[in-house]
């Protein structure tokens, strides 16, 4: 939990930027990412010698002889005027040539940093961002996610286009109701931020931490009220913390100042060397290049792809185009995550609603496939307000596995998310979140009826889905409740209306002898 002083020194190296000409967002992200970078770099190196002291083992160095000038340590006390350069043409240098080293452990950034730049034009805006992120306690686990969390959202904040940013607590429903395990291997085909992989990471801290892995700290809020938190250490997974560090979170953008603050998002929280690349995952390319990502490769795909337009439908993979044969990107990711999962794997996506009535061929052809071929678990309607103020588009969060077929679907109306719907999206006290999770939980347990199609979650059989030409919206299916309103009788209305008419009459008359 970022709160008071830290959340101050952020604030105040927000308004450095700005103030500094560095107006993006996205931007400033970007530039604080990479000093971050340098300053673990060296913290890394540091501790990896004091441990080669101790134990007399070498190590994979990250500064050789004559690059020690690149150290944070080193740089970070030079004054303003020295310090510019000496960064943009030096540092950077030795971030793209750190890249190059096959094999170092430090090249955790690797195809991203070498197309790194230095935005940061002025000597003094520098040298202030620099004292501020040295004054950040990178050193602690627990607060350096918290931390990066907080400088993700001012995205949100600063109006950063809705694309970029799923709402965390859209993205944590839908890990819950996913239950990540530890033996997972775990994909997001359009990373973004890597906010699903990093909330997973944590539902796996919070799920897997004994009672005295687990403690809370009391801190007063912005408002001056006392709030608790709960911090979870994750001691549990011990036999599975090689696999989390280094196999079981992935993730593909073709954006990469996207992949750098993922990567970093991810370090951050505290997994060691996540699997962050580039990559346009709908091309022939991804398959050549990354065959064992490409197919039947993971347990758990989550994402929230892009919905925009069309693209070149020559460069999409043929084997997803067997599946659904269309230009639309909301489909094509559809087919590719089945492709990308193991048999028996599973998937939580974010979809237009139009993937769930259209009635183009393509989506005719995908929607059965994924019924008929494949079982369709749920359909959970999200309220048209979730992506304000980016977009009003109407969307809804499928989940499926791959293989195996559908019996029945589990649908589920939901009204309110704990924000209001309009642009400002303030928190109300009305939320669907906690009864969604408790009612899928039902219904996967097949714990009670779920007939009554009047309620906010029901069921679906296969064949009223079928018969219904496999449209999955779910006011197709939903029966409304009208209430009969009881009308006064109009004669006991017209007699009012008359009587009144009579008053006003009277008293125009007495109006009229007033006035002689």
């Not at 395990?181 to 990093?198: H, S, W, Y």
């Not at 259209?358 to 019924?371: D, E, N, P, V, W």
């Not at 939901?414 to 009305?430: C, E, H, N, V």
Request: glycine share 6%.
């Amino acid at each position: 939990m970022i709160t008071g002083e830290l959340k101050n020194k952020i604030d105040s190296l927000w308004t450095d930027f700005w103030t500094g000409g560095i107006t993006n967002p996205l931007t400033v992200i970007e530039q604080i990412t990479f000093l971050m970078y340098s300053r673990l770099l060296d913290m890394q190196e540091r501790k990896d010698e004091r441990r080669s002291t101790l134990t007399g083992k070498a190590f994979n160095r990250r500064f050789n002889d004559d690059e020690q000038d690149c150290r944070w340590e080193t740089w970070r006390h030079y004054g303003a005027e020295d310090m510019l350069p000496h960064v943009r043409d030096r540092v950077f240098r030795h971030f793209r040539a750190l890249a190059e080293r096959s094999g170092s452990e430090a090249s955790l950034f690797a195809d991203f940093m070498k197309d790194a730049q230095l935005m940061i034009q002025k000597p003094s805006l520098l040298a202030k961002a620099v004292e501020a992120v040295h004054n950040l306690p990178l050193e602690q686990g627990d607060t350096k996610g918290d931390l990066y969390e907080y400088l993700l959202g001012k995205l949100t904040t600063a109006g950063i286009n809705g694309q970029f940013r799923t709402p965390r607590h859209i993205i944590r429903l839908m890990v819950e109701l996913m239950q990540p395990q530890p033996t997972d291997r775990i994909c997001d085909p359009a990373c973004g931020t890597g906010g699903f992989l990093v909330e997973s990471y944590d539902y796996l801290l919070r799920s897997h931490s004994s009672e005295a892995g687990t403690h809370s700290e009391t801190f007063v809020n912005d408002k001056g009220e006392t709030e608790t938190t709960t911090l979870y250490s994750g001691d549990l997974l011990g036999e599975h913390r090689q696999h989390i560090d280094h196999d079981m979170f992935h993730g593909f953008d073709f954006d990469a100042t996207m992949l750098r603050i993922a990567s970093m998002n991810l370090i951050m929280h505290g997994v060691a060397a996540p699997d962050i690349h580039y990559q346009d995952t709908l091309s022939q390319g991804f398959a050549e290049k990354r065959p064992q990502a490409a197919k039947s490769s993971f347990d758990l795909i989550l994402a929230n792809p892009p919905f925009k337009g069309s693209l070149d439908e020559q460069d999409v993979a043929p084997d997803i185009l067997r599946v659904v044969k269309t230009k639309k990107t909301e489909l094509l990711f559809i087919g590719l995550i089945l492709r990308m999962l193991k048999t028996g794997g599973r998937s939580a996506t974010i979809v237009p609603d139009g993937v769930l009535f259209g009635s183009s061929k393509a989506h005719l052809q995908l929607r059965k496939h994924l019924i008929e071929d494949n079982q369709l678990e749920a359909v959970i309607s999200l309220p048209s307000g979730v992506f304000k103020p980016y977009a009003g588009v109407s969307t809804a969060i499928i989940i499926f596995s791959k293989g195996g077929s559908t019996d029945e679907v589990f649908f589920y109306d939901m009204k309110a998310d704990g924000y209001s719907l309009d642009d400002k999206r303030q928190p109300i006290k009305d939320n669907d979140i906690p009864d969604i999770l408790a009612q899928y939980q039902r219904w996967c347990d097949r714990d009670g009826e779920f007939s009554d199609r009047t309620q906010q979650a029901f069921g679906v059989p296969k064949a009223d889905l079928v018969a219904q030409n496999y449209d999955l919206s779910i006011n197709r299916y939903k029966q409304q409740v009208y209430e009969a309103e009881q009308f006064e009788d109009p004669r006991e209305i017209l007699k009012r209306l008359m009587a009144l008419e009579a008053e006003i009459q009277r008293e125009l008359l007495e109006l009229e002898g007033m006035l002689g």
